[in-house]
């Protein structure tokens, strides 16, 4: 660790406004009660200088740890949820934890592996002054891990905030919140957008439904939104998004396509629409606010808010101070020779825009061409009857593979069988005016719904 001077999360929330707080499902927090001590407080010391793996199954009692622990631990592992166990002794070694912070839900498997073990609740117990901050901590987050054990990734707060506009007197009327966990790359931007502006912060739930997280956001009047395509196509399905009335509303994570766009403008005429890419590895990229999809050409090969872009064999390459500085343990350097990050999102350029079509590493081979799967989706989310889909490989024994897709229709959409064959027919006409014969679904139906995964992103598996 290097000794720094640079403030640390307290800092930032000894500056917070009185009645600003974090909000769970059935516990909150007053932000200014931080300054008497949480029940980490007391730890603070005995942590100093240890990799610690922040391991609570509470989202709020992650941030208080967060806060607690910024600038004193020497390495800050962030858990998310659903972690595999099968791949936790392989974080424990890379991560060289030595210490957890947990709550009374923290899982049994985990408990058992860590020695070393500190209780936090949101309970705020009197406390001496905390000592200041004497370090930079490293923070670590973890990959999705969709493919086998996730990668350790290495942030500072200086690259994990670098995004994010200094504090102005408006701040203080906002009051974010995220279908995201904070304990993934999303959710966590949100968090320390809300610990760095001075602003209320309204925590997801995983076991909440729908439709009472969407009345929660209401009654705590949320200002700033924030989730994935996915996430919003569920909230767009449920009645109660009529009780949020957001000014900013963002998406990030999967690709944003017209069709959630309009949707989402459609149905917040008076908010800003806005979508963001970011990742793991390359930190905030870019926001787009002009309410259409893909982001304007001038973005590339230029240096946009020390941001520099390019596209190299499709796939769009970053490099800026928002890095993360390196993948932990055996693994690939993060970044090429030129510095740039290759994020393995691919690129299209149609006008004066590059429009996102799929990642490098989702293409569904069809006879030997290409497809990229959220592509052929963003046409199905085009058609007027439908809200979501989700396109999909399976197995033929002509060409290898064939394009299937599950679509769920718009709730106000209460067809009879012989009205969705009719549908049917209409999305695979709309299909073949927009797509080359080898994109065309061979078979659609339809499903209630479609699986998210805790990333926010739609469950894919390609058999």
Known sequence: MVRIEAPSLRDYVAKTPRDKGFYDRVVSVRITDLNRGTSLAGRVTDLAGRSVLVATASQLTTALALIELDGHARRLTVLPPNTDPDHFLAVLAGAEIDSAVVDSDTPEWLTRNVASQTFCSP???????????????????LTSGTTGAPKLVAHTLADLTAAIKARSPADGASVWATFYDIRRYGGLQIFLRAVLGGASLVLSCAAEPVGEHLARLGRHGVTHLSGTPSHWRQALMNPAIRNVTPRYVRLSGEIADQNVLDALRTVFPNATVGHAFASTEAGVGFDVNDGLAGFPVDYVNCIREGVEMKVADGSLRIRSP??????????????????????????????????????????????????????????????????????????????????????????????????????????????????????????????????????????????
Request: hydrophobic letters at 35%.
């Open 123 to 141: 309970s705020m117990i009197p406390a001496e002054e905390p000592p200041p901050a004497s370090f930079h901590s490293e923070w670590l987050l």
């Open 322 to 463: 928002r890095l993360a500085s390196r993948y932990v343990g055996a693994q690939p350097s993060l970044v090429d020779t030129d510095g740039f990050v290759d994020t393995g999102d691919i690129v299209e350029r149609h006008g004066d825009r590059y429009y996102f079509v799929g990642r490098k590493d989702g293409v569904i081979n069809i006879g030997g061409l290409k497809v990229h799967p959220e592509e052929v989706e963003a046409v199905i989310n085009g058609h007027p009857k439908v809200r979501m889909s989700l396109v999909r490989s399976k197995r033929s024994p002509v060409t290898g593979s064939i394009i299937v897709a599950d679509v769920v229709l718009k709730p106000e959409n209460e067809d009879t069988d012989a009205q969705q064959v009719g549908i049917k027919e209409d999305i695979l006409r709309h299909c073949r005016e927009a797509l080359p014969r080898h994109k065309i679904p061979a078979f659609i139906s339809f499903v209630p719904s479609l699986s998210v995964a805790t990333t926010g992103k739609m469950v894919r598996s390609y058999g």
